[in-house]
T-cell receptor, first 113, second 114 residues
Framework: DTGVSQDPRHKITKRGQNVTFRCDPISEHNRLYWYRQTLGQGPEFLTYFQNEAQLEKSRLLSDRFSAERPKGSFSTLEIQRTEQGDSAMYLC???????????FGPGTRLTVT | SQQGEEDPQALSIQEGENATMNCSYKTSINNLQWYRQNSGRGLVHLILIRSNEREKHSGRLRVTLDTSKKSSSLLITASRAADTASYFCATDAAGETSGSRLTFGEGTQLTVNP
């Protein structure tokens, strides 16, 4: 069990650029989640997948955000035309169906300048 | 928006003392979970309590759940400096399949002084 990994760990980008983050879940976990966390706050849910199907998206996920999990394994989160308000920690988590606990990766810290 | 509120926002204690954190939430739940986050890092799952349970223990952790008051508490006994972290409660809302979105509180920052 190697845990959930995320890449990159840090990303600095200029406003208006596109960025893509990757998440590799624990191998036997079929559910994968994306959250966003700003300083001093708890994580906020963005979206989740069961296998390759995206089952739920938060209203926080504007049309500039898109997530994929093409083969039901790793996932990518893309933000187009980044804005300064997108600066946050983006957390990925995975779990098994029917199990409540989620296992989080170390996060990708995005800074938009 | 955050469902839960945690109290206190910050707590500072001496090593060996007990720490109690409280969480309130707004909707019916399947379960409530507590997570720990060290500075700037990912979250670690600590304990899960189901809506039909009232108390649960894991090592030095004790969690209680009062669904009539929509509240939970986390007790850490005999605290250590390594317990210094932010602690979050998270709820899995009833009416949705267990294991779907979690709604987190704003967290309690615990500092344990050596």
């Amino acid at each position: 069990d190697t845990g959930v990994s995320q890449d990159p760990r840090h990303k600095i980008t200029k406003r208006g650029q596109n960025v893509t983050f990757r998440c590799d879940p624990i191998s036997e976990h079929n559910r994968l989640y994306w959250y966003r966390q700003t300083l001093g706050q708890g994580p906020e849910f963005l979206t989740y997948f069961q296998n390759e199907a995206q089952l739920e998206k938060s209203r926080l996920l504007s049309d500039r955000f898109s997530a994929e999990r093409p083969k039901g394994s790793f996932s990518t989160l893309e933000i187009q035309r980044t804005e300064q308000g997108d600066s946050a920690m983006y957390l990925c988590a995975s779990s098994r169906s029917g199990r409540g606990e989620q296992y989080f990766g170390p996060g990708t810290r995005l800074t938009v300048t | 928006s955050q469902q839960g509120e945690e109290d206190p926002q910050a707590l500072s204690i001496q090593e060996g003392e007990n720490a109690t954190m409280n969480c309130s939430y707004k909707t019916s739940i399947n379960n409530l979970q507590w997570y720990r986050q060290n500075s700037g890092r990912g979250l670690v799952h600590l304990i899960l309590i189901r809506s039909n349970e009232r108390e649960k223990h894991s090592g030095r952790l004790r969690v209680t759940l009062d669904t009539s008051k929509k509240s939970s508490s986390l007790l850490i006994t005999a605290s250590r400096a390594a317990d210094t972290a932010s602690y979050f409660c998270a709820t899995d809302a009833a009416g949705e399949t267990s294991g779907s979105r979690l709604t987190f509180g704003e967290g309690t920052q615990l500092t344990v002084n050596p």
